[in-house]
């Protein structure tokens, strides 16, 4: 195992916004109805495919969550909406979802029933949005349900990570003797149960930090350092001290065999075997205090070459939350980091990465003018192999609230799509797509250290360079 050293090494690039050209083709607005709970599972995402722009992500109506598909065509024209999901009988919180490679639609809600009391309900729907069929786990009232995650493998098998609690209290007595168990189910992809496991939270998994990646024929299931690989045939296999730290974030496989995993909190970057043998891990020098935890990765990529870029928020010296953008090769080594800040006292964050044309896209939310004002949509394109700055783009929608780009996707002939949440009202978004010509840098971008050249690259991460 290889420990990088957690210094800085060198002084990345680090830009304030310059004049770039942009041209919007269209924009176009659709009422999500979401509030600020959103979570980034569920932030909305783009698929194009036969000139046709697919966004998908978790539409609300009165106390339901659904899974919605609105479909423009390369003219910005909405030739399709497709909501996959429930009717509004209870409260119901949309947990999880996928879609496998023929367009199903897998979906896991949690639904409340009672006083503590909710039940999970697994739906299979087709592309169509034709419910397939559906799964009530509920079965007593004294017994209650939380659904967590779902993967699917080889696409005829579903897992789904739950809560299950019993000897629930009644009405205003204490919940203490109330016991919980974290359950793996698996369903075949017709509906079929084929077996359930309890976990003992002493010598397995427990509640307090978990992770489900699925992916082929095996399911991944990381709590604290523990890595757990489950096959379709209810198999486990136990690895009870991975050296993993920092929990996990988002996990990716690699073109290699291994994963690529992220930490929940600082820049911590770790790879590892599937049988959770820790390869190298990194992690970036972080200006906070040793109690205060705000650095985060929240965006990861993989190029052709192995390469992994990730970007998220990070506090500089003197500033909030800046975009840093870093590039490390398969074997860990720091490539480059670029660092985008809008003015010292904003706060910015990279959510959504794309790879195109020998350029890295970064989308995400960025303060208007300092901390406390609205958010506006960023762009940053960047030259993948030099880390140069290529062109930038915000957007402050007219009424001023909070837009956020959640996904971005370039075609071939460098025009941009993306989309994100806008703020129409109090706490209420919506979802807003646009698409753009290209962003092209009108002027030279304007570095806050104008004299840095990189030497040597790739980065010897044993030395400082002194500039």
């Known amino acids: 195992m290889k420990d990088v050293a957690l210094y800085s090494l060198f002084l990345g690039m680090s830009f304030q916004w310059a004049l770039s050209q942009s ?8 009422e999500a109805n979401v509030d600020n709970s959103y979570t980034t599972k569920f932030f909305p995402r783009i698929n194009v495919a036969n000139d046709t722009i697919r966004i998908t992500g978790v539409k ?44 199903n639609v897998f979906l896991l809600h949690t639904q409340e029933v009672g006083f503590v009391q909710e039940n999970v309900l ?16 509920l079965f007593s009232n004294d017994t209650s349900y ?11 098998c579903v897992f789904i990570l739950i809560n299950r609690d019993t000897n ?47 992916q082929q024929d095996t399911a991944y299931y990381f709590s604290h350092n523990r890595l757990g690989k489950i096959s379709e045939n209810n198999e486990l296999v136990m690895n009870l001290n991975t050296g993993l730290q920092g929990g996990v974030g988002m996990v990716q496989a690699t073109a290699d065999g291994n994963l690529i995993i992220s930490s ?45 870029y990730i970007s998220g928020k990070y506090y500089g010296i003197g500033t909030n939350g800046d975009v840093l953008t870093l590039k490390f090769d398969s074997a860990g080594t720091l490539i480059w980091e670029n660092s985008y800040t809008h003015g010292l006292n904003n706060y910015e964050s990279g959510l959504a990465l794309f790879l195109k044309n020998g350029n890295l896209y970064v989308a995400g939310g960025s303060q208007n003018d ?34 956020v780009a959640t996904a971005v996707h370039v075609l071939d002939d460098n025009q941009i799509i993306i989309t994100g949440l806008s703020q129409y009202q109090n706490e209420k978004y919506d979802w807003t797509t646009q698409m753009l010509s290209d962003i092209v840098l009108q002027t030279e971008a304007h570095f806050l250290n104008d004299n840095i050249i990189i030497f040597p690259n790739p980065l010897d991460y044993n030395n400082i360079l002194n500039i």
């Open 60 to 103: 609300k109506s009165q106390n339901t969550e659904n899974l919605q598909i609105i479909s423009y065509d390369l003219n910005g024209n909405l030739i399709q909406e497709q909501l996959f999901g429930l009717h509004p009988e209870f409260h119901t919180r949309l947990t999880d979802y996928k879609i496998d490679t023929h367009g």
């Open 370 to 403: 300092g901390v406390g004002s609205h958010y506006d949509y960023f762009l940053l394109k960047i030259d993948k192999q030099s880390a140069a700055y290529a062109g930038g783009y915000r957007y402050d929608s007219p009424n001023q609230g909070n837009d």
């Open 146 to 156: 939380y659904g967590y995650q779902l993967g699917l493998v080889n696409d005829t």
């Open 122 to 137: 697994l739906q299979k729907y087709d592309s169509s949005g034709e419910l397939l069929w559906l799964h009530s786990f």
């Open 264 to 308: 929940s909190g600082r820049y911590r970057l770790t790879k590892m075997t599937k049988n959770g043998q820790v390869i190298w891990t990194y992690l970036h020098p972080t200006n906070l205090p040793s109690n205060v935890c705000c650095d985060a990765i929240q965006s990861m990529i993989q190029d052709e070459e192995g390469n992994i």
């Open 168 to 214: 629930l209290p009644e009405w205003g007595d204490d919940v203490i003797f109330t016991e919980s168990t974290l359950q793996l189910h698996a369903f075949h992809t017709n509906g079929t149960p084929l077996w359930s496991r309890n976990f003992n939270p002493a010598t397995e998994f427990n509640f307090i930090s978990h992770h489900f990646f699925a």
């Open 23 to 30: 041209h919007v083709l269209w924009t176009a607005d659709y």
